[in-house]
């Protein structure tokens, strides 16, 4: 089975900053694959390049089997994208535009149909301009889609939106998955990509960091876990540490939250507890929990904001 994006090597720079540095990933057909990364991280770059809007200083990209440049009129009917702002006019009423890309296509999904899962009917007379950020943002993605493509890459898909259209989004890339598109997505929200994606890669420095399956991914090697647990802020971590097996880490992320990382076994969870008791702390709300994806993002790309 042929890949649905095929990127081996990709460099990208502006200047003298490279923006990707050798970058490689594969995604499948009829998959969804999210492409994680902070803030400069190279994602959106690499995404654009796959799109066919920048192109690369080295290494290849091919999308469907083709180049997103040299064979951009081919790929066009075939490949959807959503765009976070930009590409429609601002006057357009929404309807209007969302008809008139439909008429672009040989076989588009229903107009009406679309609108009203993705709650744009009550505003189909609404000029652009006009719509709040979450109904633009419910339209680029309508727009994306509704000339049944092969392959749709979609950016940030729910910024902005309330819980009802998140949950609407996110059954649409279902079924879109289910009836065999390819999707591409990038996302700030782990929970987004740990519900929705077969596949997560994390870039940071224009480089992947760490790709598999969200389980493969928060369950790591060993199958590790975290035990988290609240008491009074700035104890002595240290004397915890000292019990525990070097593979654990000790760590007071908030004041007066603490996590044990690691293999945790039921001499690990015994020795937490009887330093608790040795140093006169009542662990509150003292839990055993499988990392999540934004466990992992943060312990790949560091908790240091970035602009």
Same mark, same amino acid.
């Given at each position: 089975?042929?890949? *649905? %994006? ?33 803030? !400069? ?12 809007? &920048? ?6 990209? &091919? ?23 930009? +590409?429609?006019?601002?006057? =357009? ?9 439909? &008429? ?13 899962? /993705?709650?744009?009917?009550? $505003? *189909? ?20 889609? =509704? !000339? ?35 999707? $591409? ?16 890669? %994390? ?8 790709? +598999? ?24 971590? !240290?004397?915890?540490? #000292? ?18 990382? !690691? ?21 509150? +709300?003292? #839990? ?16 240091? /904001?970035?602009?």
């Amino acid at each position: 089975m042929s890949p *649905a %994006v095929e990127v081996v090597d990709l460099v990208k720079r502006y200047g003298s900053r490279t923006a990707v540095d050798g970058l490689s990933l594969t995604v499948l057909p009829a998959s969804v694959t999210a492409v994680l990364g902070p803030n !400069g991280a190279g994602k959106t770059t690499t995404i654009e390049t796959c799109e066919g809007y &920048r192109r690369p200083d080295a290494g290849s990209v &091919r999308v469907l089997g083709l180049d997103p440049r040299a064979d951009a009129r081919a790929l066009r009917p075939r490949v959807g994208v959503m765009l976070q702002s930009g +590409g429609i006019y601002p006057s =357009v009423k929404a309807l209007e535009m969302l008809h008139h890309v439909a &008429r672009l296509h040989a076989h588009p999904l229903d107009v009406e149909s679309l609108a009203e899962r /993705l709650g744009l009917t009550d $505003v *189909a007379g609404t000029t652009f301009r006009r719509l709040s950020g979450g109904q633009q943002q419910r339209l680029s993605l309508a727009l994306a889609v =509704v !000339g049944r493509p092969e392959l749709v890459f979609l950016d940030e898909p729910t910024a902005g939106l309330d819980p009802q259209a998140r949950h609407a989004t996110w059954d649409l890339v279902r079924e879109l998955r289910a009836s065999g598109v390819t999707v $591409v997505l990038t996302t700030h929200f782990m929970e987004e990509a740990e519900r929705l994606a077969d596949h997560v890669v %994390v870039v940071d420095a224009g480089r992947v960091v760490a790709e +598999g399956s969200p389980r493969e991914l928060t369950d790591g090697v060993d199958g590790q876990a975290v035990v988290r647990f609240d008491a009074p802020p700035a104890l002595d971590i !240290g004397g915890l540490a #000292a019990r525990l097996p070097s593979t654990v880490t000790v760590t007071e992320p908030r004041p007066g939250a603490y996590e044990v990382a !690691g293999v945790i076994d039921p001499r690990v969870l015994a020795d937490v507890t009887a330093w608790c008791a040795d140093s006169g702390v009542m662990p509150e +709300g003292l #839990a055993l929990v499988r990392r999540s994806l934004e466990d992992v993002f943060i312990e790949l790309t560091g908790r240091r /904001l970035r602009t």
